[in-house]
């Protein structure tokens, strides 16, 4: 169509028999320059609501992947900090078990160690009393020499006590510092208590003695051992050590009882 209002030339009018060539070539050079431009016109308009259209399902694909990561996150955390109560509450649960079991342990080894005090009191009375007999028999004559010819039989018997106590004590230091350690194997400790246990059971010293359930009690109970940077064996442990002094006041009694059954059964063979 014409548009009026514009000169003749700049419309696209049918050629007309009376206008020059030149005329005619300006026609063709419109049309010519038309369609590319409609074409590239056409073809922005199309790439530019495709890029729009991939643009917005990438935008949707990326809001839907933090969406479902956002979730999975949210998720992992609520689990883990579930987890680290429920972990928590567990330990806060073994520890007040651990404090109550230790608390046991502490209140049955001060009573333990007030019975061997007590014990051990009254061993001291009775080796007195012991002692202030035999005061009175070595003053009436020929039982004072026999007495005297018992205790030095059983002097023989109190040494190899009194050793056998050393090589115990050295052992039981050993152990309480395997137990104490921090690098030696549980397994090794408990093969030394074995040993132990089988050489009191052998022993005819220990044994008279019946030192096996006292080892096992110092085995169950005596859990003391000094700070990290002890370098006195000696210094770990608690009840073996009440132990170790009790057994030395045993055998001292022991020895007076023997020689007191010696002289009773020398007064027997005196009077018949």
């Known amino acids: 169509m014409n548009n009026l209002n514009d000169p003749p030339r700049w419309n696209i009018q049918p ?29 922005r308009w199309i790439w530019t609501r495709d890029s729009q259209n991939e643009i917005q399902k990438v935008k949707v694909q990326y809001d839907k992947d933090v969406s479902m990561i956002k979730s999975e996150m949210e998720a992992r955390y609520r689990d883990t900090l579930t987890e680290s109560r429920r972990a928590v509450a567990t330990l806060e649960l073994e520890l007040e078990k651990e404090k109550q079991r230790v608390k046991g342990y502490q209140e049955a080894l001060v009573s333990h160690s007030q019975r061997l005090i007590q014990e051990r009191k009254q061993l001291e009375q009775e080796r007195e009393a012991l002692n202030d007999e035999k005061q009175k028999l070595v003053k009436s004559g020929a039982v004072g020499a026999a007495l005297h010819d018992a205790l030095g039989r059983e002097s023989g018997w109190y040494q190899r006590a009194s050793a056998t106590l050393r090589d115990l004590e050295g052992l039981l230091v050993e152990r309480q510092n395997a137990y104490c350690s921090l690098i030696q194997p549980r397994e090794h400790r408990l093969e030394m208590e074995k040993n132990m246990l089988l050489k009191v059971v052998k022993d005819p010293v220990t044994a008279e003695l019946g030192l096996e359930s006292d080892l096992k009690d110092i085995f169950k109970r005596d859990k003391h051992c000094a700070d990290m940077m002890n370098m006195d064996k000696r210094k770990n442990g608690s009840l073996m050590w009440v132990y170790l002094k009790y057994w030395q006041l045993q055998i001292t009694l022991q020895k007076h009882k023997r020689a007191e059954e010696a002289i009773f059964d020398w007064r027997i063979q005196s009077n018949k």
Do not use: T
């Open 15 to 43: 050629d007309q028999g009376g206008r020059e060539a030149g005329a005619g070539d300006g026609n063709q050079w419109n049309y010519a320059l038309l369609v590319p431009m409609l074409g590239l016109a056409a073809f």
